[in-house]
């Protein structure tokens, strides 16, 4: 948690500096669902996981109701996939597993996740502000977990099973809240869809998508 604190403080550091002007900073928590869905007929997806993420956002305002929305954030995702035909083998930091037929993986995944985009907003009615927001999310692999139930798979590093970069697009909307100033409650919900392979398993294309609910303080 406390590496995680200096980048953070690092970002907002270098952002004054870099944005001096028509910049708005927005710290926020979002819980999330997220699934992973794979191509292939006999990987199946098992449900969604429940994660969050939370970091800082960035929006350099180009036009009154118009700005370029970065930032950064550390996501912690995953799901849940089960193989309905044949036993798989998975590298893990001890070796290698060999999970069972119908057997469930659950994988935990985080990154340091960076996305670049466009934010539009209205102008103020009465106490709120209503905007909408879209565009790229990427992703640096930072850790990766899996487990199964009911079997010795718990909490192994998988990490040489996950690839370093993800990559997905996103779209939004939510409200501002006016508090007093320049500071505003954020509540809004994102979809983000993944668009490239997590896994480095050639044969199967995996993709990671989420639902989140943002929940943030805008200054």
Do not use: C
């Amino acid at each position: 948690m406390k590496k995680y604190l200096i980048i953070f403080i690092l970002t907002i550091s270098v952002a004054k500096v870099a944005f001096s002007q028509n910049t708005r900073f927005t710290v926020f928590v979002d819980p999330k669902f997220s699934w992973m869905t794979p191509d292939l007929k006999n990987f199946e997806s098992d449900g969604s996981k429940l994660g969050v993420n939370i970091g800082l956002n960035i929006d350099k305002f180009f036009a009154t109701n118009y700005a370029l929305m970065t930032g950064i954030s550390i996501d912690n995702t995953g799901g849940f996939l089960i193989n309905s035909e044949d036993s798989v083998a998975i590298k893990t930091n001890s070796g290698r597993d060999t999970i069972p037929k119908g057997d469930v993986l659950e994988y935990k995944l985080q990154y340091i996740t960076i996305p670049i985009g466009l934010k539009l907003k209205t102008n103020e009615i009465g106490y709120f502000t209503f905007f909408t927001h879209l565009g790229i999310n990427a992703g640096i692999n930072i850790k990766a977990t899996g487990e199964v139930d009911n079997y010795e798979l718990e909490n192994e590093n998988i990490s040489d099973e996950i690839k370093l970069f993800n990559l997905g697009y996103y779209i939004g909307a939510g409200i501002e809240y006016s508090i007093g100033g320049n500071t505003a409650i954020v509540l809004g919900l994102t979809y983000t869809n993944g668009f490239v392979d997590i896994t480095t398993d050639s044969n199967n294309k995996v993709t990671n998508s989420n639902i989140a609910i943002r929940i943030g303080v805008l200054f």
